[in-house]
């Protein structure tokens, strides 16, 4: 598996404020920022607090709570974004097959115009 959960990876460091990031949305289960690369014109990063590597992590290890509170977390970025009518794609990496670069669970949120069609 990917465990265990390294506390140095990038994002543990922003939930931790020791890095900055561009916020837009925070609640007791997850945070939201902007990708310091971004790949769409709206291009948003939401991680829960809880530390988790994967999908499959969170699935098996967080509590119902704070699995609910990520995912409306999700749909209230979207909304926030203004891009729910136009449409948006989520993503989550997982490893390497996936290019996985930071070993904390991230939903990108990419918006903002067409996107491609989706490639594997
Ligand atoms: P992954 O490939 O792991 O799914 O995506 C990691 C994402 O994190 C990439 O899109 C990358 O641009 C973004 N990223 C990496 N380091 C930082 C950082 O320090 N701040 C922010 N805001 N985004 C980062």
């Known amino acids: 598996t990917l465990e265990p959960y390294d506390d140095d ?11 900055p990031a561009k916020p837009v949305y925070e609640d007791d ?4 920022f902007h ?3 971004p790949q769409a014109p709206t291009h948003v ?20 709570a704070e699995i609910a509170g990520f995912v409306r977390a999700v749909g209230a970025v979207a909304r926030e ?17 996936s290019h996985q670069e930071v070993p904390h669970l991230h939903v990108h949120i990419f918006g903002g115009k067409k996107l491609g069609a989706m490639l594997v």
Do not use: C, M
């Open 9 to 19: 990876n990038i994002f543990a460091r922003i939930l931790r404020g020791e890095i």
């Open 29 to 32: 289960y997850a945070f939201a």
């Open 81 to 97: 974004l203004g891009i729910e009518e136009t449409g948006y794609r989520l993503l989550a990496n997982a490893g390497p097959h």
């Open 35 to 37: 990708d310091i690369n």
């Open 45 to 64: 990063l939401v991680i829960p607090k809880g530390r988790y590597v994967s999908w499959a992590d969170f699935a098996a290890k967080a509590a119902d």
